[in-house]
């Protein structure tokens, strides 16, 4: 396992009683020219298998899900500080959205691996698998109007006690797993005053080095 990943199970696991631990900001970019930094709090669902790639779930009609789109990877970084631990890490690399299977294709659209995970990666059953995982209020919200919308224009009151009751093995079509597939990492620890970068070269091996805080 890389030691950066271990270091972040390892405080993660001392501080699962804290669910805060488990939020980071996201930061995308929005827009083509006239690009802006867009960020937001997403929580961490898990890493892929035994892979380094981050899991979190958004909604494919977000903001976020249409900066991030599918079958195309995007620069993303996040900044996640688990306090008690007094550590940040800032991870930096490529992300891409995991969304319905095309009528068309054997499996969902989703980009080659770079050496992350195995070609025989089913993305399908892992989207399946993160849907069954949440609680039936949060599959609720994918299934009611685009997050963004005017209240106003949603026609009534959100009401999400009465909408339809999401079945685990019916994933909304709006339910995408959200990839990040790390490429650097800046792990400060306040305690220690260290900061170490991990960097992940192109043959897919990790190396580390210290530098000033
Ligand atoms: C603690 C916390 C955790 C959140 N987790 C998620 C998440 O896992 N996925 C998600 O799409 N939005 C999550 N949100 C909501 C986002 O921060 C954001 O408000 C929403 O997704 C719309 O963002 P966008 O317009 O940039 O797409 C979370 C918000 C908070 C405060």
């Not at 995970?117 to 399908?124: D, G």
């Amino acid at each position: 396992m890389t030691v950066w990943r271990r270091e972040l199970l390892g405080a993660l696991e001392r501080q699962r009683g804290d669910r805060s631990a488990l939020f980071y900001a996201l930061a995308t970019v929005e827009g083509g020219s006239n690009a802006v930094p867009r960020v937001r709090y997403v929580v961490h669902r898990n890493f892929l298998g035994n892979t380094d790639c981050l899991l979190t779930t958004t909604d494919m009609r977000s903001e976020k899900g249409k900066q991030i789109g599918v079958a195309q990877r995007v620069p993303v970084e996040l900044a996640w500080y688990i306090s008690a631990e007094r550590t940040q890490f800032r991870i930096r690399g490529q992300a891409f959205l995991v969304g319905a299977p095309d009528a068309t294709a054997k499996d969902v659209v989703a980009p080659q691996t770079e050496g992350f995970w195995p070609e025989s990666q089913n993305w399908s059953a892992e989207r399946v698998h993160m849907w069954q995982s949440l609680s039936p209020a949060m599959q609720r919200s994918f299934l009611g109007p685009p997050p963004g919308m005017p209240m106003s224009s949603t026609g009534s009151e959100p009401n999400l006690e009465n909408t339809t009751e999401p079945r685990g093995d019916n994933v909304s079509p709006n339910f995408a797993i959200l990839v990040i597939e790390p490429s650097e990492v800046d792990q400060l620890d306040l305690s220690s005053f260290r900061r170490t970068i991990y960097t992940r070269e192109s043959t897919g091996v990790w190396t580390q080095g210290e530098v000033v805080p």
